[in-house]
């Protein structure tokens, strides 16, 4: 996708997501896809993949985009309230723990080893 055109995806993504603000008003993916893209998608994961990276973009550039997923319904909102955005980063962070959790039982050391060797390859101590 060219630089132009992301931004006018963007701006297409935020213009939707304005309607649906609050996790009760959330929009689900086919149809957020289809308002943004203005088509329809045959494969669920690799065709949305252009939107699920617009929302990482903006998300990284402090739009409250928050997600919730359901058996019914869910989808993509922007936080009504500081609580809303409070109680969706808890969620993202308990997930990221259970994915650490995981990871670090697989290499069979105990979390806060593995994230002591994670901050350092970040500071680029080791490769």
């Known amino acids: 996708m060219k630089k132009e055109d992301t931004s006018q995806y ?15 008003h959330a929009i689900g993916m086919a149809e957020l896809y289809e308002a943004v893209f203005g088509e329809g998608w045959q494969h ?9 990276e617009l929302v990482t ?3 990284f550039e402090g739009v409250p985009i928050c997600s919730v997923s359901k058996r019914q319904g869910g989808g993509y909102y922007l936080a009504a309230a500081k609580s809303e955005l409070t109680n969706y980063l808890s969620r993202s962070e308990r997930r990221a723990l259970r994915i650490l959790t995981r990871n670090a039982r697989t290499k069979k050391i105990s979390l806060p080893e593995y994230l002591g ?3 350092l390859n970040m500071e680029g101590g080791c490769g």
């Open 117 to 119: 060797q994670m901050k």
């Open 10 to 24: 963007k701006m297409k993504l935020l213009a939707e997501l304005s309607q649906h603000v609050g996790e009760l």
């Open 57 to 59: 973009e903006l998300r």
């Open 44 to 52: 669920r994961i690799n065709d949305t993949k252009k939107l699920r």
